[in-house]
Every structure is written in C-alpha cells, then in structure tokens.
C-alpha cells in the first residue's frame, strides 16, 4: 500500500512505477481479486478524509474519480467509497450534528431584522428554549450584525 500511495502521490503511474507495483504483487503472491480489493480499501481510505470535514468539494470528487481511473475502477466504485465513508464520518463532524432539537436552548445577540422577538417567537414554536444569556447549555450562538439582514 505504501508503494501504491508513492506511486500516486502525483496522479501519474510511470511504467517503471507499474512494473515496481507489479513485482511487489507477485512478490507477496497476489491475485488480480486482492490487488483489486486493495486498490478498492485504499480509493476507500482516500474517501474517509476527504469526507472528514464533512463537505467534499468538486476538487475532492475529481481528485478521487483520478485515482479510481489509474486504479482501473469506475466512479461508480467512488460512489460506494463516499458512502460507505459517509456513514463512518464521527457525529460531532457530521454537517447535521449542529442541527438544533426541541429543547435547546438558543441565544439571540446583536442587532437583527426581523426583530428578535420575531425570532425568539419562532424558536419558542419550534420548541426551543430562549436564554438570556449565554451558558453552558446554549447549544448555538450565532451572532447577527447590525448590516447583515437574517433569512428564516
């Protein structure tokens, strides 16, 4: 695996770099269903980080249609990898782990259009609970400026 990550550390396969990989295979006796499972494990690997941040750019997707094309694996192989990444991603990582749940609590600061009470309104409705101030149990915070209006 160290030999296939060096070999496409700049997305290009040398035949000097092919013939290296394929010694190494028969090396350790491979047959073309477990150099295929490890081509798949580490285009796996690549999916994990590029989904640690939660978000996969169009940059990550091409890099990583690249590296499935030089290891002779479809996108169809990428889609598998992001999904399967996509469910090990850590909750505390996950874009919908700051997703707000009846009960917690929120706190409004700085001046907003519409009014806060509007929003502490609509909060109290979707079953939040308005602070004052904020605490260990305020569970967001966001900050509105006097030249930024807020969408609902």
Known sequence: MDLLDQALLDRHISATEADALVATAEMFGLARADVEHLHR???A???GIALEDGILTPTERHDLDEVAGLL??????VDRALAAAATTI???RRP????????DTVVFTGAMEPPRWEWEEQARAAGL??????TKK??????????VTATR
């Open 41 to 43: 494990t580490y285009l």
């Open 45 to 47: 690997s690549l999916a």
């Open 72 to 77: 002779g694996l479809q996108q169809s192989d």
């Open 90 to 92: 850590p909750q505390q």
């Open 96 to 103: 919908d782990a700051w997703r707000l749940q009846p009960g």
């Open 129 to 134: 609970q308005v602070g004052n101030t904020v």
């Open 138 to 147: 305020t569970r967001r915070l966001e900050p509105v400026s006097k030249s």
